[in-house]
């Protein structure tokens, strides 16, 4: 399991996700376990998504 890093634009924090992969679709960036979804952000409402080592 991979850890990802969600830097929001506002309010300005950091939020870490548990997932296997990311996948940025039609706005969203989806991040998924298996072929089930964990979480879907708004790419609009963040600055990025960062992998953590």
């Known amino acids: ?3 990802f890093e969600i830097l ?3 309010p300005r924090r950091r ?3 548990e997932a296997e992969r990311v996948v940025p679709e039609r706005g ?5 376990v298996g072929n089930d979804v ?3 952000v ?3 409402l963040v600055e ?3 992998r953590l080592p």
Not at 28 to 32: A, R, T
Request: net charge positive.
């Open 15 to 17: 939020e870490t996700v």
């Open 42 to 44: 708004r790419s609009a």
């Open 38 to 40: 964990v979480k879907s």
């Open 28 to 32: 969203f960036h989806v991040f998924y």
């Open 8 to 10: 929001w634009r506002s």
């Open 1 to 3: 399991m991979l850890k």
């Open 48 to 50: 990025g998504v960062t």
